[in-house]
């Protein structure tokens, strides 16, 4: 089992930022891939972003957010972020994080990933 825990969410002004944290206890972190999801209420999870196993490992990022979002890890510190600029209404949802086992390339769908956290609240307004 991996327990992940985010935080970091809150209430920010359109163009602000924001940086989310997810905290992972358990199995080995430092195997999984880890991912960000967001979802809104009576809509589907969506991509956010992804990171390969190792710290400095290598990313894959929705077109919404690219160039304004970063993806990054420590595995000394079992953390994953997320460091979202340029923030937009657009992106209030609920962003989860997530582990799973293998190529953060191709790890684009919630089903590529074997645990979650419980999510963290964005607001951006406008």
């Known amino acids: 089992q991996v327990q992940l825990v985010e935080s970091g969410g809150g209430l920010v002004q359109a163009g602000g930022s924001l940086r989310l944290s997810c905290a992972a206890s358990g199995r080995t972190f430092s195997n999984y891939a880890m991912g960000w999801f967001r979802q809104a209420p009576g809509n589907e999870r969506e991509f956010v972003a992804t990171v390969n196993w190792w710290s400095g490992g290598s990313t894959n990022y929705a077109e919404s957010v690219k160039g304004r979002f970063t993806i990054s890890r420590d595995n000394g510190k079992n953390t994953v972020y997320l460091q979202m600029n340029s923030l937009k209404p657009e992106d209030t949802d609920v962003y989860y994080c997530?582990?799973?086992?293998?190529?953060?390339?191709?790890?684009?769908?919630?089903?590529?990933?074997?645990?979650w956290g419980q999510g963290t609240q964005v607001t951006v307004s406008s």
């Open positions: 997530a582990a799973g086992l293998g190529a953060a390339a191709k790890m684009t769908e919630p089903y590529d990933y074997e645990y």
